[in-house]
């Protein structure tokens, strides 16, 4: 191999070392190359597994019906969309896609984004200034906070929905400020739990402080597919829900759901909207395949509930709100461990660690899809009772 110039020895000094310390704190990430295919089944570097670590709680990632919509538009269209929507790259399919999830939100209007990180980096700064407050959960998802940054406003967290304390920061601190905002994860993704969006929208109403949720993982899931606002009868106290149709959707892009006006103001302020090339035909067709399966069969948008609900009750843990359940193990080495041995045993299943959750609670992230057989999770239950995973000891 060539070997680096002298110049890039500082550069590569830093980084070795950054690599070292992530190696000797059992933080160091690898990509492992995942052949999905239907029923949750994947190759994960030459294995055959069982995936239980997903976000595609429907399997509308491998839907025929799914993958045709996109072949179709594909073909219409071609494979990219040629530049920004605000240039030449706004494709039919997107106007009927946001009336589609705008209708399935019943939000008044919607406006979709090349992804669920990008909405929110889009979203939160074309809203939010200096002058301004916002009061967000301490584990609400990392692209939130980038875009809380972005936003230049004074950010305040309040403990895992603790909406006492919610309550004290917006004592302490609206007063001070112009505009404040309140932000949420509709559904959390690595502890699975719900936000209590009807306490946080009294509290947002009391404070003039816009209520915003994250439903990446609650769209499809919840509420009848419809989200965390429905679900927990919060609708109309809500007006900025965010999600994405990355993860029950299947295919890929974030989208801002609410008033008419606010989706409006995204197409002249939102720069991660503006300044990056539209989302490509063939994906805005598989999502709209999508939701209008999700709205044909609400069998399948039951069933990732109620198989991670059988799985906890087996495991003595906690009954979930949603299909993601966290098996917490605290130190990341032994996380490492049980999932290596779940691999062996023929089920994928990631270890999530710091900095993705906090120091000491890492844990095992198992989350359930429509498309799992019951044997599946059967079989799951049984290879993790054998492992010891889960809380034997704990009363029913
Ligand atoms: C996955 C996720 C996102 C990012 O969505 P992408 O479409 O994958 O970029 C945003 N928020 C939450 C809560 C998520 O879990």
Not at 29 to 47: P, V
Not at 92 to 110: G, H, M, T, V
Not at 209 to 214: E, H, T
Request: proline letters at 5%.
């Amino acid at each position: 191999m060539k070997q680096s110039p002298a110049h890039h020895k500082s550069l590569l000094n830093f980084v070795d070392n950054k690599l070292h310390d992530l190696e000797r704190k059992s933080r160091r990430r690898s990509l492992k190359t995942s052949a999905r295919s239907t029923g949750m089944r994947t190759k994960c570097d030459n294995q055959d597994l069982i995936s239980f670590t997903d976000n595609d709680y429907l399997g509308l990632s491998t839907h025929p019906e799914v993958i045709n919509a996109s072949i179709k538009a594909t073909k219409t269209y071609g494979v990219g969309a040629g530049a920004s929507r605000l240039v030449s790259g706004n494709h039919p399919l997107y106007d009927r896609l946001e009336k589609k999830i705008a209708s399935f939100k019943q939000c008044e209007a919607a406006i979709i984004f090349g992804s669920g990180y990008m909405a929110n980096i889009g979203i939160i700064p074309a809203l939010m200034a200096s002058s301004d407050l916002i009061i967000a959960d301490e584990l609400v998802h990392t692209c939130i906070r980038s875009g809380m940054a972005l936003s230049n406003a004074t950010c305040h967290f309040f403990k895992h929905n603790d909406t006492v304390h919610a309550k004290q920061l917006l004592e302490t601190y609206r007063s001070h400020f112009q505009k404040a905002m309140i932000i949420v994860d509709g559904v959390y993704s690595m502890d699975g739990d719900i936000a209590p969006l009807k306490e946080l929208g009294v509290l947002s109403q009391m404070f003039d402080a816009w209520l915003m949720n994250d439903d990446a993982h609650a769209l499809g899931t919840i509420g009848g597919g419809r989200g965390s606002a429905i679900a927990t009868k919060a609708h109309d106290l809500v007006p900025l829900q965010m999600g994405t149709l990355s993860k029950a959707i299947g295919a890929y892009g974030g989208y801002l759901a609410g008033p008419k006006p606010v989706i409006e103001l995204m197409k002249s302020r939102a720069r991660s909207l503006i300044y990056t090339t539209g989302l490509p035909p063939g994906t805005i067709a598989a999502a709209i395949k999508a939701i209008e399966i999700i709205e044909s069969e609400p069998r399948r948008v039951e069933r990732p509930l109620q198989l991670a609900q059988k799985f906890a009750k087996d495991l003595n843990l906690p009954a979930p709100d949603s299909p993601i359940v966290p098996v917490f193990i605290g130190k990341e080495r032994p996380t490492l461990l049980a999932a290596e041995a779940l691999a062996r045993q023929g089920f994928q299943v990631t270890a999530i660690r710091p900095p993705t959750v906090p120091v000491g609670t890492s844990r095992l992230r198992f989350t359930f899809s429509a498309t799992h057989l019951d044997s599946d999770v059967d079989n799951l239950i049984t290879a993790c009772l054998n492992l010891n995973l889960g809380n034997p000891s704990r009363e029913q």
